[in-house]
């Protein structure tokens, strides 16, 4: 009988561990999200220096670039959430990408510097963030 005790107290304590670890997990790529969306905002800039944003995205307005670096970022991006958009025009551009805790909540960058948390998702091709 003090076995079957020490089973179900020990297999409720590892309940709460793997609950925990989860949320930790989904924090972590929260955090992973914003930052390389930060690193886009910067990688932006640099494609940028010739003069324009267009084709930042391929055909303004889809989770695909033609510049490496950029696109590096993409895929990373997208290994951890596949819910993204993106949208470029020759003096513009967005990205956001949907976390991980909260499918409500999306986080946006743009030329204007904007960097925010919305529970709107930006339409394909935006160049402004919600």
């Keep these: 009988m003090e076995i079957l005790v020490v089973v179900a107290i020990i297999a409720f304590l590892a309940a709460i561990v793997v ?3 989860s949320t ?20 932006a800039e640099i494609y ?18 033609a510049d490496s670096a ?3 970022i993409l895929t990373g991006i997208n290994k951890v959430t596949t819910v993204h958009t993106a949208g470029s025009s020759g003096n513009a551009w967005a990205a956001q990408a ?14 204007l510097a904007e ?16």
Aim: with cysteine; charged share 15%.
């Design 19 to 21: 609950a925990a670890l």
């Design 24 to 43: 930790a997990q989904k924090k972590g790529q929260d955090a992973s999200i914003k930052t390389q969306l930060d690193s886009l905002r910067s990688q």
């Design 48 to 65: 940028a220096v010739v003069g324009s944003y267009n084709n930042l995205f391929t055909g303004n307005n889809t989770w695909a670039s």
């Design 70 to 72: 950029t696109q590096a």
């Design 98 to 111: 949907q976390l991980k805790t909260d499918t409500t909540q999306y986080m946006c960058v743009d030329s």
């Design 115 to 130: 960097a925010k948390l919305s529970t709107t998702a930006m339409a394909a091709g935006s160049t402004v963030c919600p």
